[in-house]
């Protein structure tokens, strides 16, 4: 088989810089301002012609992604397949980076590029809002990860408006022992509150315009996390690696996400590096990797 025959996509990881969680609709998510800013931690999708829809997953928590329909890649391919009217004969390979269940959005990453490289693949012409549409049906963090970049996420995530970004930022993720099931981190947020009272979520004009400036001081200051405490909750030792990212010197720690991958803002690649090696060094994390965003969202990179 020629290389001609096969696409690969490569796709960014993400973290939410805010994430601020509304009360429980009745649909049983729940409304958001959930700021994403994707960042150079990617995942590889290959996509070949095969005789029948197969996945297959390399790297270090491979074991962990499920090969079967419920992979969010193959479910993509089945979706775009039924809307052109075509059956999905491919072989997904995904190539894992992005740290698995660790909300960095890795599962909603492999949805997005299976998407663009089974459309690159059949030639289907599917346009920006269509791939958009079959997203958002995939995951509440599907479009993101096509789109890429920045940008902000109402409703449940879903409602995309891109944001401006002035500059890099610098981040360390620190990558923990296992996942934490996004379900379960929102009913334990929902517990925590009990019956107070839970304002709209709204994005903070201090951190849209640190984005926009690209000042990393003022978005440390500013950056907001309304699953941390649910996420530490769950996972006690979270607090652990927190506290170490911070007097390492980071300029903002947070849980990313619904966790438990922890993220830390820092100055410059060089901080980098050294808040890097000071996480492993206290031994609060399984990995730490270091990565710039904002990041371009799923594209091709061969084929
Ligand atoms: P998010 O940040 O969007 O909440 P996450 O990063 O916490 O997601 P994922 O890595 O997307 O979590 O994995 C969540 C679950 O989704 C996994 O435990 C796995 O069972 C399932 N899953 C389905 N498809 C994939 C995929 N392609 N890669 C990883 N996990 C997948």
Known sequence: MSASDSVTVRVPAKVNVQLAVGGPRPDGFHDLANVFLAVGLYDEVTVTPADELRITVSGPDAHQVPTDRTNLAARAALALAERHGREARVHLHIA??????????????????????????????????????????????????????????RGRGELLTPLEVGGAFHWVFAVADGGLSTPAVYRECDRLRGDAPVPDPEPSPALLEALRTGDAAALAAAVDNDLQAAAVSLRPSLAETLRAGTEAGALASLVSGSGPTCAFLVKDGQDAEAVAAALLASGSCRAARVATGPAEGARLVAG
């Open 96 to 153: 894992k980076d992005i740290p698995v269940a660790g909300g960095m959005a890795g599962g909603s990453a492999d949805g997005a590029a299976a998407l663009v490289g089974c459309d690159a693949l059949w030639g289907t012409g599917a346009s920006r809002e269509e791939l958009l549409e079959i997203c958002a049906e995939l995951g509440s963090d599907v479009p993101f990860s096509l789109i890429g970049g920045a940008a902000l996420g």
